[in-house]
Each structure stands twice: as structure tokens, then as C-alpha cells.
């Protein structure tokens, strides 16, 4: 592994456990074994670093969901699309909680090109939704709710998943990719029964 | 609104907008128009208020789950917990997002002590499914992963709910509410068409 690369990994464990604000050049050197100014001849500053490691793991979201042929039908491509999604959790989990946690402590600039790749990145899902929806498959509803959906329960797996424990990437993928397909294919609007309706 | 209030309200804001990390014991000062050392005649430490911070919201969502009748069916009772859990989110965004976010930066002894609230309060999720699967209103599946899914769904929302934005606390719960009381009926395992089988 290059140094820089190092410096990125030691970097995204860093700032996963103790936050960015919390992790100093200090840290860093000593974690990759560097004297603090040499820090300097690899990376610009702490908040490049941050920028870099956050836009790598926007780079791992992207090249799933890229992945997932576009002629598949949607029920096939949703289910790709949560097996991209928790793969990049699961292989990469300190750079996506720092993906997740860390990136608002980017400057505005940064932050706007992180959220033109998020929004890039959610709308494979909000439109793989929308075509299920216009073809039947999925009942009448809002699609950009039902991707907030998916994407809030996929998401927040990182805050509780160990790599460690029972649970594999397959069986994880397979079950939440269950319970996001029935849930699209089921949720309707619950008739509220009129009080002394017949109906 | 006492002092103490008015501060811990502040400073909800300003650890959930910069961090906790990047808010200064000054900065908070100042935006409750105290000098820096007087703050200390109401608090004694930056980690004791986030502290208060996150036990203030880990109150506010046992006591919605508290509230909900332990006679209801699971559906019902699922409704119901899925709307107090929006409800505290939408209601008390800074310090839900305090809570999500900054709860990892308090000390091990503080961590604890929220760590078995949150536990308590998974535990409400956990064992309203566990009674529909026992009584085969969902079929047959894993009571923590599912419980998982349920909670990330509902966490994650404060990651994206505008309060000013066209969903209401209402519309929201609603539609929450229909798509996963849709996954946990209608999941099941998928099952594999093994290669020229005709059935």
C-alpha cells in the first residue's frame, strides 16, 4: 500500500471512532509513524483528507449502483441496488461512517459536491421506484418518500453492524432486500373505516 | 424558560449544527449572552450538558413508548410506536440529532447509562413483532433484524425531514407506518427456482 493510501486508511479509522474534530495531525502522524510536519508533504490539510476519504466512499456508492444493468426489472435492480448498498457498508465500514457522520464538518464548497453525488447516487433508487410504480408493480405512491425509506433503512446499518457478528453480507442482503420489496409491493393507504359505513 | 433550559436548548443547537467537538464552552456562552466562567454557576462541564442532552431525548422517547397501550394488537401498538418515535423527531429536531450523533462522544460511564436506555427502548420494537410473529400476523423471520430495519428506517428520518417541508408529522407517520407494517406481513424468505424444476 502507498503511503498515502495508508495515511487515508489510518485517516478513516481516525476519524470513524474519535470524529474529525477530535483527531488532530498529531494523531494522524503518530498512527502512520510520521513526524507531524511530514505529514505535510502527503496531504494538504486535515479537511482535504476528510474531503478525500468521504469522496472515495461516494466513489464505492456510485460504482454499485453503476454496476446494476439498466435493463433489469425494477423488483431485480432494487435488489441489486441494497446488495451494492450494504457491500460498500459492510467491506468499508470506517470510511462510510465517516461518509455518514463526519462530511457536515466540510467546508460549504466540499459539502456541495459531496451532496451532487449523494443526490446522483439516490436517484438511481428514487427512479428504479418510479418505474416500478408507473408499471403496477409497486401501488400508487410517493416515490420520493418510498426512497427516503429504503435509503434511511439501508443507511443506517453502519451504525449498528459488526463485522464480526452472525450476520453475513448475503443474509443481510437478502432479508432487508425482502422486507424493502414487500414493503413497495404492499404499503397502501389504510382505508379508515367511516364510523356506522356499511362498506 | 429558566436559564439552565435556555442553555441546554442552545447548546442543542450548536452541538447539533457544528458538533460537539467544534462548540466551545465560549461559543455557547455567548450565544446565551453569559461571560465564559458564569456559565459554570449552571453547569459544570461541556460533557455534563451533552449528557443532559441525550438523556433529555432518550426521556422523551421511552416516554412515547411508555404511552402506548400494552393491550393493543401488534399492528396497532407498532403504529402507534412508529408515530411517538416521528413525533420525537420532528418535535425536537436539534436534540435528536444531539442524540444520534454526538452520543458517541460522551465518556464510557455516561455511553453506558444511554447505551441501556436505548437498549429499553429497542426492546419496546423488538418485542411488538416478536408477539405478531408468535401469533402469525408476520410470517416467520428474524424478530432483531427486523426490529433493525424497523428502527433504522425511523432513526435515519432525521437525517432528511425538513420541518418546514410539504410532510407533516401526520403524512409522515402514516405512510411510515403502511410501509413497514407491509414488510414485516409480507416478507418471506424468496424462494430460489432451482434450475428446471417444474414446480
Known amino acids: 500500500m502507498s503511503r498515502r493510501n495508508e495515511i487515508l486508511d489510518r485517516a478513516g479509522e481516525l476519524f470513524s471512532t474519535r470524529g474529525f474534530h477530535a483527531t488532530s495531525m498529531r494523531d494522524l502522524a ?7 510536519g511530514s ?11 476528510l474531503f478525500e476519504i468521504v469522496n472515495k466512499a461516494a466513489d464505492a456508492f456510485l460504482r454499485q449502483a453503476e454496476l446494476v444493468p439498466r435493463d433489469l426489472e425494477p423488483e431485480a435492480r432494487l435488489r441489486a441496488l441494497v446488495r451494492g448498498h450494504l457491500e460498500v457498508i459492510v467491506r468499508e465500514l470506517p470510511r462510510a461512517k465517516v461518509f455518514f ?11 456541495r459536491r ?28 410517493d416515490a420520493r418518500l418510498a426512497s427516503l425509506f429504503v435509503l434511511s433503512a439501508l443507511n443506517w446499518v453502519y451504525q449498528w453492524y459488526h463485522p464480526d457478528g452472525p450476520l453475513g453480507l448475503e443474509a443481510l442482503s437478502e432479508q432487508y432486500a425482502n422486507l424493502i420489496l414487500a414493503a413497495l409491493r404492499n404499503a397502501r393507504p389504510e382505508p379508515i373505516a367511516a364510523p356506522g359505513s356499511g362498506s
Chains 1, 2 share one sequence.
Open 39 to 49: 505529514l505535510y508533504a502527503h496531504i494538504a490539510s486535515k479537511e482535504d483528507l
Open 101 to 111: 457522520d463526519e462530511w457536515r464538518f466540510l467546508s460549504q464548497d466540499y459539502q
Open 114 to 141: 459531496i451532496k451532487e453525488r449523494r443526490d446522483a447516487y439516490e436517484a438511481y433508487f428514487r427512479e428504479t421506484i418510479a418505474t416500478g410504480i408507473a408499471q403496477g408493480l409497486f401501488p400508487q405512491q
Open 30 to 36: 503518530e498512527a502512520v509513524g510520521l513526524q507531524g
